[in-house]
T-cell receptor, first 109, second 116 residues
C-alpha cells in the first residue's frame, strides 16, 4: 500500500532558525513527489514537484530534495510568514496523489 | 483567472439530510479531483474526473457519496443521507494536462461540512 509519513507533526522555530521537515514514502512506482503549503482555512498551495532521486528545487527560503526513500524540505532563516502546514504527497497511480498528514510549522519573531 | 471556486464555504446540517457541494474548476483544466480532509486521516482523494468522465472513485467511502460532472465547468459531490462522521473539509482541485512540467493540482478554498 502506498504510504507517506511526515515528521515532525509540529515544529516551532525562532525567526532565522533553519531546520528541515521530513517526508518518508513507500510507493510502487514513484511518478512524482509534491510539496504543498496550507494556511489555516485555505486550500493547499503548490510549492514543488520532484521526480527523481538527487533532484533539488528551491524557492525563496525553501529547498526540497529527494532520495529513493524520502524527501526533505529545508527552511533557511525562516520568517513568521513561513508559518503554515506543509504537506507532502506522492503520485502513485496515473493521477492519484497520496498525502501525508503534514507538519505544522510555527515561526516566532 | 479566479481559481477553483467552491460553494458553499460552510455547511451545517443535521444527520440524515442531503448535502450537495459544488465546484467550478479553472477554465481549460481537464482533470477535476474531490478530496476530504480530517485531522485523523489528513487529505484523502475521493474521486477524480478526466474530461468530465469519472476515472477513479475507489476513495468514495460508501454508496451515500456520489459525484457528477455534467460539463467542463461544474461538478457536484452529494452525500445522502449525511452522518456525523462525514464532518470534514471537502476540497475540489483541478489541473491541466501538459501545460506544466510540475503536474500540480490547484485547490479550491474548501467547504467545511458539519453534520450534527
Amino acid at each position: 500500500e502506498d504510504q507517506v509519513t511526515q515528521s515532525p507533526e509540529a515544529l516551532r522555530l525562532q525567526e532565522g532558525e533553519s531546520s528541515s521537515l521530513n517526508c518518508s514514502y513507500t510507493v510502487s512506482g514513484l511518478r512524482g513527489l509534491f510539496w504543498y503549503r496550507q494556511d489555516p482555512g485555505k486550500g493547499p498551495e503548490f510549492l514543488f514537484t520532484l521526480y527523481s532521486a538527487g533532484e533539488e528545487k528551491e524557492k525563496e527560503r525553501l529547498k526540497a530534495t529527494l532520495t529513493k526513500k524520502e524527501s526533505f524540505l529545508h527552511i533557511t532563516a525562516p520568517k513568521p510568514e513561513d508559518s503554515a502546514t506543509y504537506l507532502c504527497a506522492v503520485q502513485a497511480g496515473f493521477q492519484k496523489l497520496v498525502f501525508g498528514t503534514g507538519t505544522r510549522l510555527l515561526v516566532s519573531p | 483567472d479566479a481559481g477553483v471556486i467552491q460553494s458553499p464555504r460552510h455547511e451545517v446540517t443535521e444527520m440524515g439530510q442531503e448535502v450537495t457541494l459544488r465546484c467550478k474548476p479553472i477554465s481549460g483544466h481537464d482533470y477535476l479531483f474531490w478530496y476530504r480532509q480530517t485531522m485523523m486521516r489528513g487529505l484523502e482523494l475521493l474521486i477524480y474526473f478526466n474530461n468530465n468522465v469519472p476515472i477513479d472513485d475507489s476513495g468514495m467511502p460508501e454508496d451515500r457519496f456520489s459525484a457528477k460532472m455534467p460539463n467542463a465547468s461544474f461538478s457536484t459531490l452529494k452525500i445522502q443521507p449525511s452522518e456525523p462522521r462525514d464532518s470534514a473539509v471537502y476540497f475540489c482541485a483541478s489541473r491541466s494536462t501538459g501545460t506544466s512540467g510540475d503536474n500540480e493540482q490547484f485547490f479550491g478554498p474548501g467547504t467545511r461540512l458539519t453534520v450534527l
